[in-house]
């Protein structure tokens, strides 16, 4: 980046010869700026204090500091009653591959050799086994050392069955940044008082990794010492990952180790950086030298910094900044402190992963079928004849080859159906069944379903084989254009776990649809709000906009999405938008949010629909997740047929004329409701020039070209609902 900044620069001194002194000033901020952001490699710290801000983690890094302390002085002096350097660690590893939907080993989806690769980067350093040993300077040799520690790719997963601790799943973004930490982690992760848990994406800016630091056992903190448990672990990007040495992977030429993932779960375990993130700073340990700053690049050995006089750098250190060619030791006192830390069972989620379960060869004792999801009937739909579909996973460690299925509706006679799993179904997949037709009544249906069986025996864990939920049919009907301001309910709506419901509430636009969810309702629970079924058979283009307020608590994640249907409401395959807490919140707030102005709102929130073109029978839901988090707004919501994202805004206007050039105008009509109009244009004498009418017109925009006639006076006359306007223009 600097050197294109650079670049740039001798790019404007050669055409312009001359530059002013403030170009000069600006170019030399870029400079410095684009270096300095180069150089953030590592997000631990600003993470950290990410979390602190939010609340998730209240102690201060003084404070560790103190307790940790401490608790080395205590392991030193009662060393016979302590783990030694002699005892070996092992660490249960889960790598979280949130992927764009590649290929496996494509762009983000990285292989599974790329991801070994980087495990055997993890056992060498840190156990001193790095071939690169012979790289550190005879200076720092005598305190160099190894853990004794081996990162074992997790046996079995949470549930007990056979894994290879390797989970991939499809993102709802193409990149990510740190403000998405608990959106991406969330679509993975698995409990992190017995895994490590490894997220491996595209990150947008210069932060290529960072990891949640321990916490301690302070006294009156003990409330958070959990909070933070659901985001614990090491994020990475997928660039840096793994080993140039171990294949040809597409990785970053100066982070292509390995390191910056030992780097990060150096923090996991406690270490700093080796400047103390502070000009000449502390990383508290004694055998490392203060260090003035980060160390960029690779420097020739030996490099010094200058705190109270000049000190020879140990960029060799795997907590600085180099390249990873560069990188190559940890010291015995960052090694005591990881172990002060894997040892003390009182920090939460390091001492707990020694004896996971994770460590362990799978339960296979048990014969399980779980049922995932329903699939079909959709939670919203018109369909009076449906085959209900079901998703289930074989968590039994031998194929299935059949299930037997019991279900019934609105609690009516039971229906037995055995599937025939072909091929058969493998150790921890997921397959989707359909079951014979059943027939719901219009109105709130619900259904009950058991898996009893598997290969024809009974299931052994059936608490997990079991679904109950209630489906809506309703067969109501509208086009676009279309305009809802909810005044009143007028759009189908249900929540399938009986949870609580999208409601009318007077907002600063009248009313609008809401979901009460502060401190209500049941977690996990969704409440659905669906259009009737769209005809978009006679539409090329389409779009929607929609306005949307809500605070995020600062803790309680409620999540939005936005759905899609092709077959009435039967299936909803398509998921155009996903937000979750802080990304889908206006602003912050702990009481129960009520919006009071239009600066409180996410206004004009705009969606392509042009996929949906051709389609007769189309139905889009709105789903809240409730985490019982705060309240939801939704208001405004207007589907235009264009796929134009700055519609022209009328005003108050019933429509507005602009002209693109003396011969061609466009008429944008903003109608109350669907109206018959009517354009015309005529010259002075009476003759039509433009003649032109459609019906069931709201909020589209019609064009005017006047390219053949005759310059003069003309008028426009446009014609809604019966009553005509009238204005006169000069054609030149």
């Not at 000033?25 to 953030?40: T, V, W, Y």
């Not at 009520?594 to 051709?614: D, E, F």
Request: proline content about 6%; overall charge negative; charged content about 15%.
């Amino acid at each position: 980046m600097m050197q294109l900044v650079l670049d740039n620069m001798w790019w404007h001194l050669k055409v312009h010869h001359r530059v002013s002194p403030a170009f000069i000033l600006l170019l030399i901020f870029l400079i410095l700026s684009n270096f300095s952001l180069a150089q953030e490699r590592c997000g631990t710290v600003p993470y950290m204090n990410q979390l602190r801000k939010e609340g998730i983690i209240k102690q201060t890094d003084e404070q560790f500091e103190r307790w940790l302390e401490q608790r080395i002085q205590s392991r030193i002096q009662t060393e016979q009653t302590q783990r030694t350097q002699s005892d070996h660690y092992q660490i249960p590893v889960v790598v979280h591959v949130i992927h764009n939907g590649e290929p496996v080993g494509t762009g983000t989806n990285i292989s599974d050799e790329q991801i070994l690769s980087q495990i055997e980067v993890l056992n060498n350093d840190f156990n001193r086994l790095n071939a690169d040993a012979a790289n550190t300077p005879a200076l720092f040799a005598p305190v160099a050392s190894s853990m004794s520690i081996e990162f074992i790719m997790a046996k079995r997963d949470p549930q007990g069955l056979p894994t290879t601790g390797i989970n991939r799943v499809q993102g709802t973004k193409t990149s990510w940044t740190m403000g998405d930490n608990a959106v991406f982690k969330a679509l993975s992760f698995w409990p992190s008082q017995d895994y490590l848990n490894i997220w491996v994406l595209r990150f947008s800016g210069s932060t290529i990794g960072y990891a949640q630091y321990p916490v301690s056992s302070l006294a009156g903190l003990e409330e958070f010492q959990n909070g933070a448990a659901s985001t614990d672990g090491v994020v990475v990007d997928y660039t840096v990952f793994g080993t140039s040495d171990a294949g040809s992977f597409t990785l970053d030429p100066n982070y292509n180790k390995g390191r910056t993932t030992t780097h990060e779960i150096g923090h996991f375990f406690g270490l700093r950086h080796i400047w103390g993130d502070a000009s000449c700073g502390t990383d508290y340990v004694n055998d490392t030298p203060v260090q003035q700053t980060s160390t960029s690049n690779c420097p020739s050995h030996p490099a010094t910094t200058n705190c109270n006089g000049p000190v020879v750098k140990m960029f060799q250190n795997y907590m600085d900044y180099t390249y990873d060619a560069c990188m190559n030791l940890f010291t015995a006192g960052q090694v005591s402190r990881m172990q002060t830390i894997l040892d003390d069972p009182s920090v939460p989620r390091r001492n707990s992963l020694l004896t996971s379960p994770g460590l362990l060869d799978p339960n296979c004792d048990v014969l399980d079928a779980a049922l995932i999801a329903l699939e079909s009937p959709g939670v919203i739909t018109c369909s009076t004849s449906t085959s209900p579909s079901i998703t289930i996973r074989n968590q039994s460690c031998s194929e299935l080859n059949s299930v037997k299925v019991d279900y019934s509706i609105n609690q009516g006679a039971n229906q037995s159906s055995i599937i025939t799993l072909s091929p058969p179904l493998g150790i921890n997949q997921t397959t989707v069944i359909n079951l014979p037709s059943i027939t719901p009544g219009s109105g709130i249906n619900s259904i009950s379903i058991q898996l009893s069986e598997v290969n024809g025996q009974a299931d052994e864990n059936p608490g997990n084989g079991t679904l109950s939920q209630q489906f809506l049919v309703d067969d109501s009907e509208d086009f676009i254009p279309l305009r809802e301001e909810f005044t009143s309910m007028n759009w189908p709506l249900i929540s399938p776990q009986q949870g609580i419901q999208w409601e009318i509430q007077a907002t600063n636009y009248g009313n609008s649809a809401t979901v009460q969810a502060y401190n209500q309702g049941t977690n996990g629970t969704e409440s659905w709000l669906a259009t009737p079924v769209l005809d978009f058979s006679s539409t090329l283009t389409a779009s929607v906009f929609f306005d949307f307020s809500y605070a995020y608590n600062g803790i309680n994640y409620d999540r939005l999405k936005i759905l899609a249907s092709t077959d009435c409401g039967n299936s909803y395959p398509d998921k155009l938008l996903d937000v979750s807490g802080p990304n889908m919140a206006i602003t912050t707030s702990t009481v129960p949010w009520l919006p009071s102005s239009p600066s409180q709102w996410l206004s004009r929130y705009y969606i392509n629909l042009n996929p949906y073109a051709g389609e007769e029978h189309v139905r889009f839901a709105f789903v809240f997740t409730n985490a019982r988090g705060n309240n939801a707004y939704l208001d405004n919501v207007e589907f235009f047929v264009s796929d134009d994202p700055n519609p022209v805004d009328t005003g108050d206007e019933l429509f507005s004329v602009y002209w693109s050039s003396p011969t061609s105008a466009s008429v944008t009509f903003n109608l109350d409701e669907r109206s018959n109009i009517r354009i015309e244009v005529l010259d002075i004498l009476g003759r039509s020039y433009i003649d032109t009418s459609a019906p069931d017109i709201l909020n589209q925009t019609f064009p005017v070209d006047l390219g053949g006639a005759y310059t003069g006076i003309y008028l426009m006359r446009i014609q809604v609902a019966g009553r005509y306007y009238v204005s006169k223009f000069y054609l030149p």
